[in-house]
């Protein structure tokens, strides 16, 4: 009797602590779930591109502060025969006009980078809406070209902003290697990062006014070309349509669309 009554209380045991382990199992795979569905949902903007063996790579300069060292910079372009996309704030727009249609008329081209380079993450969606509208408003009265591309300010971004960008029919752009020339490092630092850094399909980021941009461009220009390089705009670099775009931020044309 003993036995019996003693047997039966270990299997007791032995199903509660199964049961418990099952719940446990199921919460743990309900939570993986979870954690793999707000990471698939994720919104992404094209931090580079595969482009295969295509030796192309996106020069692209924030503007936010500053204009006297813009001509330099579309000089040095010129003389290298390269473009580039320059991402211009609002009020970068309104203080120099006249050079919005400079940058527009050198064949470089233009993106949006908000009208106050406010945190937009923080920003409801009329405001976002707002910001982005005024910029691409005004670079199109002066040029007649509305942007098609946009980047957030400091980086930042979440699926509200990208969706938003996506709404009013542009891409988000970041970058896959950062020049820290705003940072007040030499040419010579600028230089070494770009060169430590930059793959085809690589988009690069420097600022229109940083200390030593006037001196790095030109050897950042001449290191891309003697490594084969062609320097492009955003338009000729990113895809358009039938893409993804991975985990690490690099857009990847559909397979059946590759030929």
Not at 75 to 87: K, N, P, Q, V
Not at 130 to 154: C, H, I, Q
């Amino acid at each position: 009797m003993f036995v019996t009554v003693r047997a039966k209380s270990i299997l007791a045991v032995v199903l509660v602590i199964a049961l418990a382990v099952i719940c446990c199992i199921g919460l743990n795979f309900e939570a993986v779930a979870d954690v793999y569905n707000n990471a698939s949902s994720r919104k992404l903007p094209v931090y580079g591109v595969d482009c295969g063996e295509e030796k192309k790579v996106a020069l692209t300069f924030d503007a936010a502060w500053g204009a006297d060292k813009t001509q330099g910079i579309l000089d040095a372009l010129e003389e290298y025969g390269a473009t580039a996309t320059f991402f211009l704030v609002g009020f970068w727009v309104d203080d120099y006009p006249d050079m919005v249609k400079t940058i527009d008329q050198s064949g470089c081209e233009i993106g949006n980078h908000s009208k106050n380079h406010l945190h937009m993450s923080k920003l409801s969606v009329e405001e976002i809406s707002m910001e982005l509208d005024y910029v691409s408003d005004k670079v199109e009265t002066l040029t007649g070209k509305r942007p098609s591309y946009f980047r957030p300010p400091y980086g930042e971004y979440d699926n509200k902003l990208i969706e938003g960008v996506e709404s009013v029919g542009m891409q988000a752009i970041q970058w896959s290697v950062d020049s820290l020339d705003w940072k007040g490092l030499n040419a010579q630092e600028i230089l070494s990062r770009v060169t430590k850094g930059v793959k085809n399909g690589s988009i690069i980021l420097f600022h229109n006014n940083s200390d030593h941009i006037l001196d790095a461009l030109p050897l950042v220009l001449a290191y891309l070309q003697s490594e084969g390089y062609k320097t492009v705009t955003m338009s000729e670099l990113v895809y358009k349509d039938n893409y993804y775009i991975d985990n690490n931020g690099v857009q990847h044309m559909n397979a059946e669309e590759v030929i």
